[in-house]
């Protein structure tokens, strides 16, 4: 079982890395591009001692206590069989 | 009085804060390893600047979890007195022992240079020797100084009287130019709503001799030790 966490900063605040990404992939010629917002990406291996729901609500904790800061970012958890 | 100086893995300006307390304040300071968990001996504790676990996750993220950072909210809680300088202001964010945030920098430089913050409000353990509207030189070294929070926190600031610095001008005008980070409202420092609980961006510890290009953040430092002289008996 394995579980992935996306983790982005919330709409508003400021992603000066993501303004660059955006300047750079501009510069390579592509265009028609309107934001590019950098986030993290985990992967967490679970052993499989615990079922789909009870493997949600513990990675969903520790999105929200450790992966993400609540103030600045959002998380989605998704737990894949 | 005594002081402590927290040493997580990582952190890079331990040395400078105890070498301050030591010398320049004349009190008895030790190292903290960030294992340790009694701080019944300590009337002040500095989290030093640096970057904790390699800024591993977030710049302050994981130092949060460290054994010595429960024993942090308990002495910051008894009313104790915290100071968090740079790394350390981050640590107390994610900790939630101040609100709000410290982002990647506007301009995403890592900034190294001396900058002047504007001394707010007087009405702090750490800037009781200092007068309102003073400017202070200090010199400022980070990448995520960028200070955010909603507006109801920056309300809450405000009308509590605990933002304690703002970047400014040399003449303390506070201005957009003298923001080096981007920092809501051009804030340096701001303390918890007990008073007893400061970070900071900027490193007084690194301007206390006239031979650093600045002595200002000695008035910090004395303010402190003029405060726990008046309550430690």
Redesign the interface.
């Known amino acids: 079982m394995k579980a992935k966490v996306y983790v982005n ?1 919330k709409s508003g ?5 993501g303004k ?1 990404i955006q300047h750079s992939v501009e510069l390579l010629g592509f265009s028609g591009i309107s934001d590019v917002r950098q986030g993290k990406y985990f992967e967490i291996a679970l052993d499989g001692s615990v079922d789909d729901s009870q493997a949600r609500e513990s990675v969903e904790k520790i999105a929200r206590e ?2 993400s ?1 609540p ?2 970012e959002e998380y989605r958890v998704e737990i894949e069989s | 009085m005594k002081f402590g100086v927290i040493v997580f893995p990582g952190s890079n300006c331990d040395h400078d804060a105890y070498h301050v307390i030591s010398k320049h304040v004349g009190q008895p300071v030790d190292f903290i390893w960030h294992r340790d968990t009694d701080l019944s001996s300590y009337d002040a504790v500095i989290i030093p600047g640096g970057f904790s676990y390699g800024d591993y996750l977030r710049a302050g993220a994981l130092a949060r979890f460290s054994p010595v950072m429960n024993s942090v909210k308990k002495f910051a809680d008894s009313g104790r007195f915290v100071l968090g300088i740079c790394n350390g202001f981050q640590i107390l964010c994610e900790a939630g022992l101040l609100p709000g945030a410290l982002i990647r920098n506007r301009d995403l430089h890592f900034i190294c240079e001396h900058v002047n913050v504007r001394t707010e409000t007087i009405d702090s353990p750490f800037t009781n020797e200092l007068t309102r509207g003073s400017v202070l030189r200090i010199p400022i070294a980070h990448a995520e100084g960028n200070y955010v929070c909603d507006d109801a926190t920056l309300d809450e600031l405000q009308n509590e009287d605990r933002i304690v610095f703002r970047y400014c001008d040399r003449a303390g005008n506070v201005t957009a130019e003298s923001n080096p980070n981007g920092a809501r409202d051009n804030i340096a420092g701001i303390c918890n709503r007990g008073r007893n609980v400061l970070g900071l961006m900027p490193h007084p510890e690194r301007a206390c001799e006239d031979l650093l290009g600045s002595s200002d953040g000695r008035d910090i430092f004395r303010s402190l030790a003029a405060t726990l002289a008046a309550v430690v008996v």
């Open positions: 900063l605040v400021l992603d000066p890395q660059a450790v992966l800061n103030i600045i």
